[in-house]
Antibody
């Protein structure tokens, strides 16, 4: 049973960047993927982007393209998400999730469903 | 992009009630629709995958149904631990959420 552990809470200044880690235990995510979902205070869930290590595929929500970088280290079973140019609106809980991928003829069809979820990392952006 | 409309945005119910939450999509998505439960302070939890598949470990009082553009999550006999916010999801899009609280 895969479990996901995330790095601790962060407090950042506007304009800076933050890097959050997500380590898988009890299995790997190589043939599946890892996505990142955030929830701002009082808001719903928002998909930010994801990575599929086996196919070296990374995708981002248009809103975060150019400001978010998602990477994975298969050797350690750890995924990372870096958000740059932080602003107050980035204050949120950030969750990593295992992204269920279906494979058709060697081509990945990601985002079938998200399970399990990491516990979340609270990022606060404040001057 | 596919638009998702989840309703109601909130509801009040009592322990033992049957609760129904609806998710409508702007395009036919076959059965590619999932449901999650989110209790504040905890990680969201997958309840139903592919419209009607019950995730392992989830109580059978949670039922998913529907296809194409209309989907339903039903909770039969609401329990105290079920008061939470519920989200539908299709690929990278989540519904707006339905908060279920105590009447």
């Amino acid at each position: 049973q895969v479990q996901l552990a995330q790095s601790g809470a962060e407090v950042k200044k506007p304009g800076s960047s933050v890097k959050v880690s997500c380590e898988a235990s009890g299995g790997t995510f190589r043939s599946s993927g890892i996505s990142w979902v955030r929830q701002a205070p009082g808001e719903g869930l928002e998909w930010m982007g994801g990575i599929i290590p086996m196919s070296d595929t990374v995708s981002y929500a248009q809103k975060f393209e150019g400001r978010v970088t998602i990477t994975a280290d298969e050797a350690t079973g750890t995924a990372y998400m870096e958000v740059g140019s932080l602003r107050s609106e980035d204050t949120a809980m950030y969750f990593c999730v295992r992204d269920r991928v279906l494979w058709f003829g060697g081509s990945p069809q990601p985002h079938q469903w998200f399970d399990p979820w990491g516990p979340g990392t609270l990022v606060t952006v404040s001057s | 992009d596919i638009q998702m409309t989840q309703s109601p945005s909130s509801l009040s119910a009592s322990v033992g009630d049957t609760v129904t939450i609806t998710c409508r999509t702007s395009q036919n998505i076959s059965s590619y629709l999932n449901w999650y439960q989110h209790i504040p302070g905890k990680a969201p939890k997958l309840l139903i995958y592919a419209a009607s598949g019950l995730q392992s470990g989830v109580p059978s009082r949670f039922r998913g149904s529907g296809s194409a553009t209309q989907f339903t999550l039903t909770i039969l006999g609401l329990q105290p631990e079920d008061f939470a916010t519920y989200y539908c999801q299709q690929r990278t899009t989540f519904g707006q959420g339905t908060k279920v609280d105590i009447k």
